[in-house]
């Protein structure tokens, strides 16, 4: 989730509500709140992965609250958790930006992500798949928005 991050614990001082504090190599303990949207999303996601073990989690604008530049670590992030948790991974997004970091985020190994286009309802066109070595070309050689 991010590079310092090495620990996450769930506090109580002085008795009072429990807070949710990270420890980051470089500055210590700081509690969640003061990390923004992005971090608690990312942890809400890790907290998601575990809880789906063995089955099946659904992400949908997975890329809300995340800033571009997070959108890959966290990518890689939640790949590396689901196949540790055994977790089948569904994202649905509108951003061009999140499906370039899913692809900076496997490197070369595509061969477990796949892209589901669905066309508006009554439009008369088909749900397509797309395997992800078509996706890598269609990005990298066609320039094509996949969205």
Partial sequence: MAPDLEDIEIRSPE?????????????GHVPLAVEGDGMRRALAFASAVVQARGG????????TALHPEALSG?????REMCREQDVQLFVSTHSLEAVDAMLASIGDDVSDLVVYHLPPRDSGQTVYRLGGQSIRSMRSDGGIDLR
């Fill in 15 to 27: 008795g009072r509500g429990a807070v949710i504090h990270l420890y980051d190599s470089k500055i």
């Fill in 56 to 63: 099946v989690l659904l992400l949908d604008e997975v890329e």
């Fill in 74 to 78: 966290v990518f890689g992030f939640l």
